[in-house]
């Protein structure tokens, strides 16, 4: 439960201490550090300028091996050389690099990473072992994992963009929750051309340690979130998906857009999550217990 009531001598009997919600370093950190390797760099440079033109006030940091600066800001080669702790990184490298990266976040008690580049499950068994890597050590060391493979978070009442996408984002009572950046790039896209707002953006690539039923959970409980949509692909951990999913709905109004609902649609899916997406009639079932 995310608030605690307690009574206290000379306190009123209802005090309250809300606690705060394991995603908040996802979602409105106090610091960022912006990690990439050169085949990445240019994914790097859209963060940073993302970040500067959301208005983003916390401090920003740059690790890039190699390179001197990264859109314009002094980048050093290594995170031990940030010489403060982080709250969140932000990764776009090699996926052969990832798991020492996400280590050097461990040792540097960073809070949260989103891994943005791709190279994981989507690759078969090689990049299916890494993504199991990175999962590991992200628990091992207490970081709350988002991605690979996605877009990033966009949070517009905090003035935080910590994303790739380059459409502008407006602050909405809407909240967009999905597995594919293709999908998040194709809404924001619309929202942009039409004056629609969002009161946040997660896109949650292949979702290996922080799941659509965690995001749901942080956003039933987000007062600046009136509804979600949300984009599901598969489900990797039913159970916390619709304790997440039955807590949101008992709140405000969600809408599920599921792919692969007909052959031709999950031979489509298929294409880059090389997982299976599971029974829809099993799908519809779960949604209409929720």
């Known amino acids: 439960c995310p ?8 306190w009123p009997d209802t005090a ?4 705060k919600h394991y995603l908040e370093s996802v979602f409105a950190p106090s610091s960022v550090v912006v990690i990439c390797d050169g085949e990445y760099r240019g994914i790097g440079e859209q963060v940073i300028d993302n970040l500067r033109q959301a208005g983003y006030a916390g401090d920003v940091h740059a690790v890039a091996p190699g390179s001197a600066d990264l859109a ?3 980048a050093r080669a290594r995170l031990a050389e940030v010489g403060q702790t982080v709250e969140l990184a932000i990764i776009a490298s090699r996926a052969e690099l990832q798991p020492g990266l996400l280590r050097q976040c461990g040792e540097c008690k960073i809070s949260a990473a989103i891994v943005l580049s791709g190279g994981f499950s989507e690759t078969q068994e090689k990049g299916l072992s890494l993504q199991n890597e990175l999962v590991e050590i992200a628990r091992a060391c207490d970081i709350a994992l988002v991605g690979p493979r996605c877009l990033g978070i966009i949070r517009p009442v905090n003035k935080f963009n910590a994303s790739s996408a380059r459409s502008p984002v407006a602050a909405g009572q809407v909240a967009l929750v999905t597995q594919s950046g293709a999908f998040c790039s194709a809404i924001l896209d619309w929202a942009d051309a039409n004056g629609f707002g969002f009161s946040a953006v997660a896109s949650l690539g292949a979702t290996s340690d922080v799941k659509l039923g965690d995001v749901l959970d ?9 509804s979600i949509l949300l984009y599901v692909e598969r489900i990797t951990n039913a159970r916390l998906f619709l304790s997440g999913l039955r807590a949101a709905a008992r709140l405000k109004p969600v809408v599920v857009i599921k792919s692969g609902r007909n052959e031709s649609g999950e031979r489509a899916a298929l294409g880059h999550i090389h ?11 779960a949604i209409r217990r929720a």
């Open 3 to 10: 608030v605690s009531f307690i009574g206290w001598a000379g």
């Open 16 to 19: 309250c201490i809300m606690r």
């Open 72 to 74: 314009g800001m002094p």
């Open 218 to 226: 942080y956003l039933a409980q987000d007062p600046h979130t009136r």
């Open 275 to 285: 997982t299976p997406l599971g029974s829809d009639e099993v799908f519809d079932a």
